[in-house]
Structures are given as C-alpha cells and as structure tokens.
C-alpha cells in the first residue's frame, strides 16, 4: 500500500511489504507484514504496530516512541515535529533505540528532545542533524566512528526555553573518534570507550546563562586520549617557578568554553571530572595516566611556587586553574 494521503484513524493493514503513509495524524496503525515503512508525517501518539519492520523512515514525530520493540529494524531515519518553542516541541518528541539487534544504520533530525541508541550490537553508522537537545550514545558493539551534525534547540529568532544540551557517549568499546556539533552544554560525558583516541569538542564555546541553578557537568575518562605531562620545575633563588603543562589535542579543543565560566560559586556552575589516558613524561617515556602523573609531579603536587596545588584526591582535572594546564 502506498500514498495513503489522508490523516488515518485506525487503520489494520495486511499483505503489502511496503507502506508508505504521507499524512499519519490520528490513530494507530497495524501491518504484521510490513518490512519498509514510511511514515512522512506521524504526528498521531501511538506507537505504530509493525513488527516485521527493517527499513523505517519516520517524519514529524511527536511522541515517545521506543524502537526496541522493532526487533527486525535494520535502518532507520526518525525527524522530531517541527516546533517553534522548548515547551511545544522537545519536552515530547523523544526517541529511543534500545537493545535493537538487527539495527546497522540510523539517522536522527528535526527537533528530539532526547535520542538514546543504546545496546544496538550490529550499529556502524550513526548520523545526526536538526536539533537534538539531548543524545545518548552507549554500550554498541561494533560503533568506531558518528556523523554529529545536530545542534541544541534554539526555537525561532533565537529564543531558546531549553536547559542546554547533553551529550553522552559512554561504553563503546569500538569507537574510535568523536567530534560534537552542540553548544550551551548541560552534560558532557565522555568515557569508558577504550579506542577513542580522537576528540574534538570546539562545537561548545558559549556557557550557559548564569541564572540560579544553571550547571555544567563535564566528565571525560577512561578513554584513549594519548598526549605528554611536562613536569613543573621548582622555584630556586635564581630561577621563576614553571608551570606545569598537560599536551592533549582533545583536551585542548575545551578550552575557550571553561576560560568562560565564573569562578564557584557564581552560576552558570562547573562541575567537571576531566583525564587523559595515555601520557608520556616530559616528552618520552611508559605512558601512564593523568592521575598518575599529576602525583608525581612534585613541585605542583605541594604547590612549591605553584599558583595552585592540585585537588585531593586525584581525580583529575577539576578546576578551571587546572584545566588552564592544558595545551
């Protein structure tokens, strides 16, 4: 069945393979036999009942939906309903993709509050854009690299009702690189994806606004960020104190947006947990971890003409002084 071009109530469809529906705004929809499935525009709030789905295309979506229970999805390319404020359009539009087994390829666009694609074992490409206000990405086998191009939700004429964007990516043991598309960040969590050795998060350069409550919380670990820790050097009579330096490419592209931030307490607040994996010892050397560095790092570590020492215990980059270490 295809070019069904009116809003359906209840509609049981049996035999075809392929339903296509341009105009989808009112009730629920059954095809037991449906492998490709497009649903130009499903603003209607019940989940459609099409089990043998493979290849679904979803557009204006308006509703939680959970794609779990589409256990023969192979791909999919799901768009939020297009909105003009928070409020009316991503506190509703969610979209997840649990424990999907078959599913290989995803497109996430238009306005979603929340997009989770998690425990998807056979998943090798994961492209986003439009505004995706809130992404979790984790615990997928076989993932090495993702297409970010979406942003935080700004509405029309740059009002934006929002609490910032979030950005989790977390237990991906194949991941190899990352590169984030949002800015006005609520979350950063980055870690226990042990390839990834590539990092750039340049997208976020604005704070949120420092109004009561506002916080940032920015966790980056266990990853396979590589770089070099160049020890500080103590003061002498004859010599000024160095500081010490951290080298991490990633690391680094953070940078401009925690320079921004007020000193504590001052919303917005910043509460981050940040370390590197693998750095060597002023330029050579067994590579070790940030935690371990920064405790052997004597001169810093007892601020010996340090303008800090660093926070108990390691833990490590916690400060926006500390994390002004970073190169």
């Keep these: 069945l295809t070019k069904y071009n009116e809003p359906v109530g209840l509609l049981t469809v049996t035999g075809p393979k392929t339903l296509v529906l341009p105009a989808d705004a009112a009730g629920p929809i059954t095809s037991t036999t449906a492998e490709n499935v497009t649903l130009t525009k499903h603003e209607c709030v019940a989940t459609p009942n099409i089990p043998a789905v493979k290849n679904l295309v979803l557009g204006a979506l308006n509703s939680t939906l959970n794609f779990d229970v589409y256990t023969q999805l192979v791909t999919a390319d799901i768009s939020g309903k297009a909105q003009s404020t928070w409020a009316a359009t991503l506190a509703i539009a969610t979209d997840r993709l649990v424990g999907n087994p078959a599913l290989t390829t995803i497109k996430i666009g238009g306005n979603i509050q929340l997009a989770e694609i998690n425990l998807c074992p056979k998943l090798t490409s994961l492209t986003t854009t439009g505004s995706v ?180 215990p390691a833990v490590g980059l916690v400060t926006k002084q500390e994390f002004a270490l970073v190169q």
């Design 133 to 312: 206000n809130s992404l979790f990405v984790g615990n997928n086998d076989i993932l090495e690299t993702m297409s970010l191009g979406h942003t935080a939700y700004m509405g029309t004429n740059g009002a934006n009702g929002g609490p910032g964007s979030e950005l989790r990516i977390v237990q991906n043991p194949k991941l190899k690189s990352l590169k984030s598309s949002t800015d006005y960040p609520a979350v950063i969590n980055i870690g226990g994806n042990p390839l990834l050795a590539t990092l750039d998060l340049s997208s976020y350069k604005t704070p949120l606004l420092a109004v009561p409550g506002a916080l940032t919380s920015i966790y980056i670990h266990t990853n396979m960020l590589s770089g070099d820790y160049i020890n500080a050097v103590g003061i002498t009579p004859t010599t000024p104190y160095r500081e010490t330096v951290i080298k991490q490419a990633g690391l680094a592209t953070l940078k401009t947006l925690i320079a921004k931030y007020p000193d504590a307490p001052n919303p917005p607040a910043l509460d981050m947990q940040i370390s590197a994996d693998l750095l060597t010892l002023n330029g050579s050397g067994v590579e070790a971890p940030l935690n371990t560095r920064i405790w052997g790092d004597t001169f810093h570590t007892i601020a010996n003409g340090a303008s800090f020492d660093f926070a108990w």
